[in-house]
């Protein structure tokens, strides 16, 4: 029996974001091991023989390892051939994709990649933000908030440091200590938004400036999965809510 693992990306929410390429992995597979993020009406795309596996990690409520994933892949390719790893956003940003890859070709099995189309892109796009615009933002730094250990990432110490439009993925619990960063370097009128549930239904939004995020934040009651964007691109956003204007310290004098 021929072997092979497609790592797919599934996008970032919005089920209609599916690549072409990713409805064909999906329907040609015989086994489907997807993460907690992906949407499950993508699944329908499956045939019905197809086996169907969570094995969905989320941040204080692990089902699986990450060791046990690997496993999980390969023990399927074995046992049904064709496997399709099904990832929310891009495999290869902050997907953990590449692990992954580097484990299943250690043991002969064939691997091919299909992108996805990233969250940290879409979501900013979908609420209207640019993340770069002439004469505002020339570049943009796409960061995950912790490291390894479960701290503040270096990075976005640097990238506080820039003019360059960031985005935040897994950002949520450091929101005080990002906020903070950005007040030490006197930012603190700097536009900032917080998309939660990004294209889909569920979307939610609040937006304010670095000195209120986190009052406008709590009050939204703005909960993980979320997507942090900050930078003067924001105030690019043309529909902004009445309430929302009103608490938008970067328009005042």
């Known amino acids: ?33 997807y993460d907690a993020l992906v ?5 329908k795309h499956a045939k019905a023989s197809a ?10 409520q692990h089902s699986f390892g990450q060791d046990e994933i690997n496993k999980l892949i390969v023990d399927h390719a074995f046992n ?30 064939e691997v091919e990649v299909v ?10 796009a979908y609420q209207k933000i640019p993340l770069t615009h002439r004469g505002l933002s020339q570049s943009f730094w796409v960061l995950t908030a912790t490291n390894k250990y479960g701290e503040l990432s270096d990075d976005i110490k640097l990238a506080v440091q820039t003019n360059a ?35 889909l239904k569920s979307e939610k939004a609040v937006y304010g400036t670095i000195n209120n995020i ?4 709590a009050e939204q009651n703005i909960q993980a999965p979320a997507i ?10 043309q529909e902004i809510k009445v309430n929302e204007l009103s608490n938008w310290n970067y328009y005042a004098s």
């Open 80 to 109: 049904y051939g064709n496997v399709v790893r099904l990832k929310g956003g891009d495999p290869f940003i902050f997907g953990r994709g590449y692990e992954e890859l580097e484990y299943v070709e250690s043991f002969g099995i």
């Open 214 to 217: 986190e009052q406008l934040s």
């Open 51 to 60: 086996q169907l596996m969570c094995v969905g990690k989320r941040a204080g």
């Open 39 to 43: 949407n499950r009406s993508v699944l």
């Open 115 to 124: 992108p996805g189309i990233s969250s940290s892109s879409a979501v900013p």
């Open 228 to 237: 942090i964007v900050i930078g003067e691109v924001v105030a690019l956003k």
């Open 165 to 199: 439009t960031v985005v935040v993925l897994m950002g949520v619990s450091k929101l005080s200590q990002i906020v903070e960063l950005y007040k030490q370097q006197n930012k603190e009128n700097v536009p900032i938004g917080i998309i939660q549930n990004g294209t």
């Open 1 to 33: 029996m021929k072997t092979k693992v497609t790592l797919v990306g599934s996008g970032p929410g919005d089920p209609q974001l599916l690549t072409l390429k990713a409805v064909k992995a999906i329907q040609n597979a015989d086994a489907i091991l």
